[in-house]
């Protein structure tokens, strides 16, 4: 009974959250909010979405049992159980399949985030990394971390891989380790490639990545430029994208201009100012410059509009939470004058964020990420923002 009242609950909410037809900026309506997944047997956050050629839309998102419903006192980001699953939608984002597709449950532990990609050849990438729980000893050995009463230790990276539209999934595929820094190792083996955030295919076919790695300085991670020449099955590296003495540098999404300059997005642990960072290359990601962007994302992603303008979405994890975006011209550079939109203000805490933008058609766009009205007893849902921008 308390299941399927939570279930209404969250969709009468969905029924009446947010001002439909609201404008937020000359040109930009926000047109209404969906629900995409909700259940609250479920824990569920991080989505990524794509816009199969058919067009139907395609979620994808981290779930893991309500622990809650199980006795615990909270739910946490890393559980053994989180799995990856992915819901479709026909009719442009406004309903959703209601049992979604398992995509991937990895063996050794709990899959997290997501991360979609569709090819220039039509086949899907997605990429995820792994926990795995463990024992006193190989906690000490792995350097690994505690949540709640569990020993549990970071295993990298892995990819699977569609060719048939994300109907099957295959995998997981090792994406190798080929950062020079990279030191750590697991029981599997050497650390693989990982990061949360956005991958994209450049004009010439290359795979550009952006991937995290903890390299031993007193920040704790910086962000590095990984790339594929031949659709993702093997991975080299190219250059650091981003590294601060003091501050963390981790979730990154990496986006082409139509001039051919890589513009990495980067969200910081630069508590409590918590603002982004915004790294370019010039030279095919030889080199890059970092600036701080002076506001805050919790993470942030970048997608290009038919008129080649970039809508750049993030999480906003401050009171009043909730979900913001701006748009930015076609290279980027005006990321510091954009004017910013308020696309969600209702979020019941921290707990919410991790945007991703797919189009609908020539002029609606689906906003989607992971939200929560009562952070300490509520569930967590995939939800959405549509917004017609002309």
């Given amino acids: 009974m308390m299941r399927l009242q939570l279930i209404t609950w969250a969709l009468l909410v969905a ?6 037809g609201q404008t937020l900026l000359p040109g930009v309506t926000k047109v209404r909010d969906v629900m995409i997944y909700a259940d609250s047997a479920y824990f569920s956050a991080f989505p990524s979405a794509l816009r199969l050629p058919d067009g139907t ?19 946490s980001h890393v559980d053994a159980n989180s799995h990856l699953v992915a819901v479709r939608s026909t009719d442009g984002g406004h309903t959703w399949s209601r049992e979604p597709q398992l995509m991937f449950a990895h063996p050794f532990g709990g899959a997290q985030d997501p991360c ?3 090819l220039a050849n039509g086949e899907l990438l997605c990429t995820s ?21 569990d020993h549990w230790t970071f295993a990298g990276g892995f990819v699977i891989r569609s060719t048939d539209g994300g109907a099957t999934w295959q995998g997981p595929i090792d994406p190798g380790s080929p950062i020079p820094t990279e ?4 029981m599997l083996g050497k650390l693989p490639l990982y990061n949360r955030g956005a991958l994209c295919q450049g004009s010439d076919g290359t795979l550009h990545w952006a991937v995290a790695c903890q390299n031993g300085i007193k920040s704790g ?50 508590y409590p100012t918590d ?4 790294a370019r290359s010039t030279d095919g990601g030889a080199t890059f410059t970092l600036q701080g962007m002076g506001f805050k994302g919790h993470p942030f992603h970048a997608m290009r509009l038919p008129d080649n303008r970039v809508l750049l979405t993030y999480g906003y994890r401050h009171k009043p939470y909730g979900i913001r975006a701006r748009i930015l011209n076609a290279e980027c550079t005006d990321w510091s004058t954009a004017p910013e939109m308020v696309l969600r203000s209702d979020g019941g805490g921290t707990d919410l964020g991790y945007p991703w933008s797919v189009m609908l058609d020539e002029h609606h766009v ?15 849902q995939i939800q959405g923002t549509i917004l017609r921008i002309d």
């Fill in 183 to 186: 030191t750590r190792s697991t």
């Fill in 57 to 75: 839309v395609y979620v994808a998102f981290r779930r893991a049992p309500n622990r809650m419903m199980m006795g615990n006192d909270r739910n």
């Fill in 221 to 270: 991670s910086s962000v590095y430029l990984v790339q594929s020449h031949d659709n993702g099955h093997t991975w080299q590296y190219r250059s650091v994208i981003a590294q601060l003495d003091t501050i963390g540098l981790n979730e990154t999404s990496i986006y082409e201009t139509p001039h051919g300059h890589l513009v990495a997005f980067i969200r910081s642990l630069d």
């Fill in 116 to 118: 979609l990609l569709q």
């Fill in 366 to 380: 689906l906003v989607t990420y992971y939200f929560n009205h009562d952070q300490l007893r509520g569930p967590r």
């Fill in 275 to 278: 603002q982004g960072y915004i």
């Fill in 15 to 20: 029924g009446v959250m947010g001002a439909l």
């Fill in 129 to 149: 990394y792994l926990w795995i729980q463990v024992g006193p000893q190989l906690y000490d050995q792995y350097a690994g971390r505690f949540y709640g009463d």
